[in-house]
């Protein structure tokens, strides 16, 4: 029968509480507004405005594409790992034997160990499903995109209406790739786990601060904000 000690179930609380704390945080709490991902939906809508006044969108078609091929990406490299921890699975008495000739009491248990991989693989799953949604609805954002007659103008209300659906579809998807990377990060901290509770404690808090810096701290919010920044005042002589 499976054993999990103490300090196991502890360490899958914090794992479980600080992904549910940085989603709520960067997406449903009051200071979600301040955050990089909010930002960067604000220019999703001013970019399918901005499309509007546009004859030739040669351009936007691109975007479009070279989003729903990052999104493929993704995908398919969360196949792969789906793939990879099914092998692990198969090959648990190996590494178990391995584990032990190296004095590594942290992955002696083979039936730990094929709990911990079978965790890992639902979450690369979410991030999998995540990632396929997002790719399908860039591709409805791109057929709502096409829609939109080339002779229009911001005066005419249908083709404004359509330019919004576009930009909630845009929205939408960059919101479940944004998820399906998180998953992805957070598997990285989830890997800590096979070096011990406490090692997994310390790398689920690690990913948990990185990802809450970018959101809100980082240079890359601060670039894609209204205004002149540091970085445009070195770079103009200032």
Not at 115 to 133: D, E, R, S, V
């Amino acid at each position: 029968m499976l054993q999990i000690p103490f300090s196991n179930f502890i360490a899958i609380l914090v794992f479980v509480s600080s992904w549910g704390l940085y989603s709520w945080l960067a997406y449903r709490s009051p200071w979600s507004k301040n955050t990089l991902s909010h930002a960067m939906d604000t220019h999703r809508y001013r970019w399918m405005r901005a499309m509007l006044k546009r004859e030739v969108r040669i351009a936007d078609t691109n975007i479009a594409s070279g989003l729903q091929q990052g999104t493929a990406f993704f995908a398919s490299a969360s196949l792969l790992a789906i793939g990879g921890t099914v092998t692990l699975l198969s090959a648990m008495d190996e590494v178990t034997a391995l584990a032990r000739t190296l004095n590594l009491p942290f992955l002696d248990d083979p039936i730990q160990n094929e709990a911990k991989t079978f965790g890992l693989m639902i979450i690369l799953a979410y991030a999998f499903f995540k990632f396929g949604w997002a790719y399908r609805l860039f591709n409805y954002t791109t057929i709502v995109m096409g829609s939109i007659p080339d002779d229009c103008h911001e005066d005419n209300e249908e083709a404004v209406e359509a330019s919004l659906r576009a930009a909630r579809l845009a929205t939408l998807a960059g919101r479940h790739f944004s998820s399906g990377q998180q998953a992805l990060f957070f598997a990285v901290g989830y890997l800590g786990w096979y070096a011990g509770p406490f090692v997994f404690i310390g790398t689920t808090l690690m990913v948990t601060l990185v990802l809450l810096r970018r959101q809100f701290f980082s240079k890359a919010r601060k670039a894609v904000l209204p205004g002149p920044n540091t970085q445009d005042l070195v770079n103009s002589g200032a």
